[in-house]
């Protein structure tokens, strides 16, 4: 039998993602393409589908369209109503008219995949793996258009992981042996010994089990931080606060018996000081190999060279991680910290608090408001007369939905006239009960200032203020003291400097006040950093750099007009989509070539590490180095928490670099730059026979040759999309501008640079003898980024150039064999492992990935970042059953292709995260051998305990929502191996050990429920 809440939550979501309804004859198809199956309309007693949709009116509305055919449209549902009717309480006597209602259709803010200490957010993705039976859900909530019906959806199948903090907690380990704290003790000292650097405390149940077979005790772990004999348990100052560190004891004893330099004593005092001055403005960690840059940059003198090979001497200072163990110069530093976080965060709580008290003037206390731990929460913004402290309301479970029901009860309480007594003499601070002046609502307020016969109130839970009559004032009853105050305070990043600017105050309040909006938090503090985005529109708006570029100057703006010529331009960019970005003379250009100059001037002169980024963000203007110099740059993308996407603003060029690459504006200089508007104009050739989006490489490569060496270009405009702000222009090598046979675009026509190389798209093939390395060794210089053939991007990392020490060859040539990365080690049969789970299609089907290595792929994807966005683009003769690296949505994979189709299009299966993809061949690179050190961490698994089944796809949905994106215990029970590392697959037991009073055996309960539908059918 059908369930039919089921079928009514999958018809509104079909609903839902169409603004124009879905017609009748239509929605059939809609549904099956979400599901998998048709509407079971009799299945559910219904006659025909019509009469099961006239049987859902708080589900569906039935229209007639023009044609005469019949429409069917969503009918509001709850979350809308809630956001709705919250849009409506919301009150303000400074501003006229309604409130706005927007982002009622929210969808989730894409957060970069490599972040996986809490910073990526939880989201279903496309599936489609091997086996034909798993359910295919068709959608990714991050790009899905109307995302109102994907979100229900999220809500439907996943009730647990929205309630969830982000940060998958670290599972624990059932243990067999009796708890004997003595041999616990003796062990530990043996694995300390081994690691006297320090560990952190989450691998050491793996480390223990390697070791001694045997799991480590839960008890143990509870008792680290008593045994001060033995070890040493430390928190350092990083994004993980639920991660600890372990140090033996005697640590800087041992340390002393090494070679020469052989204690921190050797290391200078001043230079020890200014490396924990560079570690603690990394919290996130930094990379051993950047200390002696960033070192030589910010103090103006050399690192001593023996620090990178004795990083034990920084033990004191920092705690020293290695992902890659054959390489200790990629070792990542953590600051430590000296002070008890937990001290200082009870510390802010009980100063709020105790400003609560003060504020109630009663016996009764406000409990604080905590900051919703999702790091992307929604928030209703009430108002701002400073950016440093804006006015909002967070909106969910908790919060708004716990206010109103607070208000409710408010209101049914001082309905009866027993209930409402009058305050008859309020003081300033008290706290009231209000009766609203337009509705019948009864509010929370404090007393600001007490008049003659009025008052004015503050409403704590609204955020405005307004003065009323003292009639209106009941005492406040004490049952209304629970929920916290819901008006609080956010400080916006990057506009610190520019918070009073009434540009930037006007700007925010016609995009932001009234609004409910997305909230990334960057800092937890009592007064948060954050940065806005409004999701409501087809493209995220970064709601911070908008108001940052309400400071610009107009008047050094340099827009390209229709049919007027340009000379002594400078091509600064061509992009592989044939787009183009130039320079022309303007006022602008040569303020900022001066402004620029003074900056470069102040960091020379400087030696202070009060100018590194330490707290990187999307929209966030700052400086970095092209060729040589330092220029203006917006951070436009995150890889987790030391690699980001930059373009250079005033050139038109996109880069990855670490973060310690980046420098902060110098306040001498940082009005001048930010009231520069961006110099660098984006064009595209007018009048080809191609698109942009559609240019071959050949095509790209000969315009990069041809005008980025030119120094005296000119172009003339010949239409310019305000809205995309693209000018279609003709673009000259020379001053004959009045003659379009002469121009690039002429020329480019009439070549014969727009058929594909052969080598580019291939067809399938079967696999080869061996597996192939690249044609062509990394290349460390993007053609976009230079002008001749000398210039550099801003990072050229040594480690980086020819890592398997051959010469460059050419196209065609004999690719190198490219040895595979060992195999990942698992533990014996019937012991436990930590895994999380990446992909789940049903129990016959999901990935794993060890937990205790993903720290290392983490790693290993920035250096991947690093590298290949840098690698000249060249075609790559792709075959089936090769190993290379792929780009998708902005991050490199290692992945084995699994297909070529004619189009271009490469099927590819990603060999550390489980999934299939699509991919244009363009986007794919040689497989470096420094890139396969790491085992592939994908593990293709079976739930044990269950017979082999066809599974359905209830049953599916309730398998994910059990297991994916969380962290849980196996217990393998079978490996079958196989001649490749992807083929290899598991049969294990998966053990949800979340939950204190009892652990969850996933076979269990998928038992039970398969047993459930049987019956019911």
């Known amino acids: 039998m059908a369930d039919e809440e089921l079928v009514k939550k999958m018809v509104r979501a079909v609903l839902q993602s169409s603004k124009s309804g879905v017609s009748l004859s239509h929605l059939q198809v809609e549904y099956k393409d979400l599901t998998g199956e048709l509407i079971p309309y009799k299945q ?70 490599l972040a996986l200490n809490g910073e990526t957010l939880i989201s279903f993705v496309k599936y489609d793996c091997a086996c034909n039976s798993c359910f295919k859900v068709l959608f990714t909530i991050h790009y899905i258009e109307n995302v109102s019906a994907a979100f229900m959806l999220l809500i439907f199948l996943a009730p647990s992981i929205l309630n969830e903090n982000t940060t998958p907690s670290k599972p624990r380990l059932p243990h067999s042996a009796p708890y004997s704290p003595k041999l616990v003790q003796s062990r530990l000292k043996e694995v300390l010994n081994k690691h006297s650097n320090g560990l952190w405390v989450s691998k050491l149940p793996q480390l223990y089990r390697d070791l001694y077979k045997q799991d480590l005790p839960s008890e143990a772990l509870k008792d680290l931080e008593h045994w001060t004999h033995i070890c040493t348990v430390e928190k350092p100052c990083s994004t993980k606060p639920q991660e600890l560190l372990l140090y033996p004891t005697q640590r800087s004893s041992a340390t002393s018996k090494s070679s020469t330099p052989a204690s921190p004593r050797d290391l200078p005092p001043e230079v020890k000081q200014k490396l924990g001055e560079l570690l603690l403005k990394y919290s996130s960690g930094l990379w051993a190999h950047a200390l002696p840059k960033l070192y030589q940059d910010t103090y103006k003198c050399k690192l001593p060279e023996f620090v990178l090979d004795h990083l034990n001497l920084l033990s004191d200072i920092c705690t020293i991680d290695y992902p890659m163990p054959d390489n200790p110069k990629r070792a990542i530093l953590y600051a430590k910290v000296l002070e008890d976080e937990n001290r200082n965060q009870s510390g802010l709580a009980g100063s709020e608090t105790k400003e609560a008290v003060e504020r109630s003037l009663s016996s009764q206390t406000v409990p604080p408001l905590l900051i919703p731990r999702e790091e992307y929460p929604s928030v209703l913004v009430v108002e701002a007369g400073d950016t440093n402290s804006v006015i909002l309301r967070y909106i969910g479970d908790g919060y708004s939905k716990a206010q109103e029901k607070l208000e409710d009860e408010m209101r049914e309480f001082y309905g009866q006239d027993s209930n409402k007594v009058a305050l008859t003499s309020p003081l300033t601070g008290q706290l009231t009960a209000v009766c609203a002046e337009e509705e019948e609502e009864i509010l929370r307020a404090q007393v600001c200032e007490v008049m003659a016969d009025k008052v004015k109130v503050h409403y704590v839970d609204h955020g405005f203020s307004e003065v009323i009559s003292k009639s209106k004032l009941f005492e406040l009853h004490e049952k209304f003291y629970r929920l916290p105050f819901q008006a609080t305070k956010c400080k916006l990043a990057g506009l610190e400097s520019f918070s009073q600017e009434q540009a930037v105050l006007k700007r925010f309040e016609s995009m932001a006040t009234g609004k409910i909006l997305l909230a990334e938090i960057l800092v937890r503090q009592e007064v948060p950093l954050v940065v806005l985005y409004d999701t409501s529109q087809d493209d995220d708006i970064n709601i911070n750099a908008a108001c940052m570029k309400a400071l610009h100057d107009k008047s050094l703006e340099s827009p390209l007009k229709v049919n007027s010529a340009y000379m002594n331009v400078n091509v600064t960019s061509v992009c592989s989509d044939g787009t183009i970005y130039c320079q022309v003379p303007s006022r602008g250009l040569t303020k900022l070539n001066e402004i620029l100059e003074k900056t470069e001037n102040y960091l020379h002169s400087q030696v202070t590490s009060e100018l590194l980024v330490s707290r990187p963000f999307c929209g966030k203007i700052c400086l970095a180095q092209y060729k040589g110099k330092w220029s203006r740059v917006e951070i436009t993308n995150l890889h987790g928490s030391r690699v980001v996407d930059i373009m250079f603003v005033d050139v038109g060029v996109q880069a990855s670099v670490e973060v310690t690459e980046l420098r902060e504006i110098p306040p001498p200089t940082l009005r001048d730059l930010i009231s520069t508007p961006a110099q660098a104009l984006k064009c595209c050739l007018a009048d080809l026979p191609v698109s942009v989006g559609s240019w071959t490489p050949d095509a790209v490569q000969w315009l990069r040759d041809t005008a980025l060496h030119c120094s005296d270009c000119s172009l003339k405009a010949t239409k310019v999309d305000e809205p995309k702000r693209l000018a279609h222009v003709y673009l000259f090598t020379s001053k004959n501008f009045h003659d379009k046979s002469c121009s690039l675009n002429q020329q480019l026509a009439d070549s014969n640079l727009w058929s594909h190389q052969k080598d580019v798209f291939l067809s399938s093939r079967g696999p080869s003898k061996s597996l192939n390395a690249p044609t062509n060794p990394a290349t460390i210089q993007t053609s976009s980024l230079r002008t001749d053939g000398q210039d550099k991007v801003p990072h050229t990392p040594k480690r980086m150039s020819s890592p398997l020490g051959s010469q460059s060859a050419p196209p065609g040539s ?72 792929a780009k998708l949505e902005n991050n490199w994979y290692r992945v084995l292709v699994k297909g070529v189709l004619t189009n271009g299009l490469v099927s590819v299966f990603q060999l550390d995260y489980g999934k ?30 269950l017979k082999p089944r066809q599974w359905s796809e209830e049953a599916s949905i309730v398998f994910r929502n059990h297991v994916e994106k969380k962290p849980l215990v196996g217990q393998l029970e079978s490996v079958q191996e196989a001649s490749q590392p992807w083929d290899r697959k598991v049969v294990i037991y998966l053990v949800d050990t979340s939950q204190e009073e009892r652990d969850i055996w996933l076979h269990d309960i998928m038992a039970e429920f398969t047993d459930e539908m049987s019956n019911a059918a």
Not at 818 to 829: C, G, K, N, Q, V
């Open 44 to 113: 559910l007693g219904y006659a025909t589908l019509d009469a099961l949709l006239h049987s859902m009116p708080s589900v569906v509305k039935l229209d007639k369209g023009q044609s005469g055919e019949v429409v069917c449209h969503a009918t509001t549902g709850n979350e809308m109503t809630h956001i709705t009717k919250l849009a409506a309480r919301q009150r303000t006597a400074k501003r006229t008219g309604r409130p706005q209602v927007v982002n009622c259709q929210m969808r989730v803010k894409p957060a970069a995949p």
């Open 814 to 885: 004999p690719p190198e064999q490219l040895a595979l990365p060992p195999l990942l080690e698992l533990p014996e049969i019937g012991q436990n492992l930590d895994v999380f789970v990446s992909v789940a299609c049903h129990p016959g089907h999901f990935v794993l990935q060890p937990w205790h290595d993903m720290y290392k792929l983490v790693d290993l994807m920035g250096e991947m970042i690093l590298h290949y966005n840098k690698m000249e683009e060249k075609p790559l003769k792709v075959e089936k059953s090769q190993v290379c690296a």
């Open 916 to 945: 299939h993809e699509l991919v244009s061949c363009t986007q794919l690179r040689p497989l470096t051998q420094e890139f396969c050190q790491l085992p592939f961490q994908a593990i293709t698994a079976q739930l044990a305990g």
